[in-house]
């Protein structure tokens, strides 16, 4: 929650910002996407979660998720003023598939997507994949690292997810404020290359 640039409550944005730039934080439930939100937020995050009551127990898989009891109803949203003149929106996008209907609203506008992974649940990060492509978005995949996770060489973790050469693929901690801000500056990096232009022209 800090940022020498922003003032000093952090609500008011520096005159001298020219450009905002939206980018989405996806992944799958319980994958870190709020954590980073709040991590990287210069503002007190939006937050839009709810207690998980037992009527979401049937679709929600709360096998692997360790201690989470609530679950994101919509997404979240944060503040980052990344220069004098550009300030980063980012909206944390659930990936659950009851969701599905909201992504290309939430898409509108985005520059890309930071994609969330889980080295214990690779597969479940598939469909967040599809919606990110299917919205045409450009990407970079951060494996968010939890305590006890495999922790699989760069190029299997490629392989499992299918990724293209040119996707930056990093690992990162949610809850480590200079770990997500390198995680972000990859994607903002890959927005910014000849790469991105090339696979999203
Ligand atoms: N060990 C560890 N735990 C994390 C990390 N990121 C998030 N968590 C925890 O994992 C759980 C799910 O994170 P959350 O941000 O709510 O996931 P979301 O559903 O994607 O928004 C929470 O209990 C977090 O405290 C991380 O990098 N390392
Ligand atoms: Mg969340």
Same mark, same amino acid.
């Given at each position: 929650?800090?940022?020498?640039?922003?003032?000093?409550? *952090?609500?008011?944005? /520096?005159?001298?910002?020219?450009?905002?730039?939206?980018?989405?934080?996806?992944?799958?439930? =319980?994958?870190?996407?709020?954590?980073?939100?709040?991590t990287?937020?210069?503002?007190?995050?939006l937050?839009?979660?709810?207690?998980?009551?037992? +009527? *979401?127990?049937?679709?929600?898989?709360?096998? =692997?998720?360790?201690?989470?009891?609530?679950?994101?109803?919509?997404?979240?949203?944060?503040?980052?003023?990344?220069?004098?003149?550009? &300030?980063? %929106?980012?909206?944390?996008? /659930?990936?659950?598939?009851?969701?599905?209907?909201?992504?290309?609203?939430?898409?509108? *506008?985005? %520059?890309?997507?930071?994609?969330? &992974?889980?080295?214990?649940?690779?597969? +479940?990060?598939?469909? &967040?994949?599809?919606? !990110?492509?299917?919205? *045409?978005?450009p %990407? +970079? !995949? +951060?494996?968010?690292?939890?305590d006890?996770? /495999?922790?699989?060489?760069?190029?299997? &973790?490629?392989?499992?997810?299918?990724?293209?050469?040119?996707?930056?693929?990093?690992?990162?901690?949610?809850?480590?404020?200079?770990?997500? !801000?390198? =995680?972000?500056?990859?994607? !903002?990096?890959?927005?910014?290359?000849?790469?991105?232009?090339?696979?999203? /022209?």
């Amino acid at each position: 929650m800090d940022s020498a640039l922003a003032s000093e409550n *952090g609500l008011h944005l /520096p005159d001298t910002v020219r450009t905002a730039v939206k980018l989405l934080v996806a992944g799958h439930f =319980a994958v870190g996407k709020t954590t980073l939100v709040g991590t990287l937020s210069e503002i007190r995050p939006l937050r839009t979660e709810e207690t998980m009551t037992q +009527a *979401g127990a049937p679709v929600d898989d709360l096998s =692997a998720t360790r201690d989470k009891t609530t679950t994101t109803v919509a997404m979240d949203f944060g503040r980052l003023t990344l220069s004098e003149r550009i &300030v980063l %929106y980012l909206f944390g996008v /659930p990936g659950q598939e009851r969701f599905t209907p909201l992504w290309r609203d939430l898409a509108h *506008g985005a %520059y890309g997507a930071l994609i969330l &992974v889980d080295t214990s649940r690779l597969e +479940a990060s598939f469909g &967040v994949m599809d919606l !990110v492509e299917r919205q *045409g978005l450009p %990407y +970079a !995949v +951060a494996v968010n690292q939890f305590d006890g996770a /495999p922790a699989f060489p760069e190029d299997e &973790v490629r392989e499992a997810l299918d990724l293209l050469p040119t996707t930056p693929l990093i690992t990162c901690d949610a809850r480590d404020h200079a770990s997500s !801000v390198r =995680a972000l500056i990859t994607l !903002v990096d890959h927005l910014l290359s000849d790469d991105s232009q090339r696979e999203h /022209p």
